[in-house]
């Protein structure tokens, strides 16, 4: 139920009598379940799996809603995000989806027996991307970062920026701020007695 929500005012889906709204609604369904296209970040050019906003609300309000939520309480459990739960909420986004493809909304029943299916498709996919980027380790990676922005979202952490040598200031700098700014008071004081 919480990804219903979600899933309607993250793709654009709206309520009307309008066959215009409808036909929208049905084409936007069908465009989105075609190559699973609602797993990309971008839609249009296919860039950015398994990196779509929708896939890290879902997890943040379903798991780490809040510091007391399952994900933070059983935290191994879900550090790194584990593969199943991505499944899990791809399959929930499609299954809402699927509650739009008649461009009306109507309620679908989320059982096993009727997404089971499903749900192992997506997990064999996530699987696959896993072997095929294996040198990259970029799955590793998304499932990391899901589960850092989780805890962040649910308050526990904070966001650790990397630092470099490249991104902190000088002593010299310092050094030159303290020597300018003696430099301005020292031509204050000479402009004060003319």
Not at 11 to 20: D, K, L, R, Y
Not at 28 to 36: M, W
Not at 52 to 57: M, N, V, Y
Not at 164 to 171: E, M, N
Request: net charge negative; aromatic share 12%.
């Amino acid at each position: 139920m919480k990804m219903c929500s979600l899933t309607a005012s993250f793709f654009g889906f709206w309520t009307s009598n309008s066959n215009n709204v409808i036909r929208q609604n049905r084409d936007l369904a069908e465009f989105l379940k075609d190559g699973a296209v609602f797993a990309f970040k971008d839609w249009e050019s296919k860039s950015g799996i398994y990196k779509t906003e929708l896939l890290q609300l879902g997890i943040n309000v379903m798991w780490f809603a809040n510091q007391h939520d399952e994900g933070v309480v059983h935290h191994k459990y879900f550090d790194p995000m584990p593969v199943e739960v991505i499944a899990l909420v791809l399959t929930a986004i499609e299954c809402c989806i699927d509650e739009w493809l008649q461009g009306l909304k109507e309620d679908i029943k989320f059982t096993s027996a009727t997404y089971g299916i499903v749900y192992h498709g997506h997990l064999g996919s996530l699987q696959r991307f896993d072997d095929r980027t294996a040198p990259y380790k970029l799955l590793e990676r998304i499932r990391t970062n899901l589960h850092n922005l989780a805890r962040f979202h649910a308050g526990v952490d904070t966001l650790t920026s990397t630092s470099s040598s490249a991104s902190r200031i000088s002593d010299a700098a310092f050094e030159d701020a303290i020597r300018e700014y003696r430099l301005e008071e020292q031509d204050d004081v000479e402009a004060s007695e003319w």
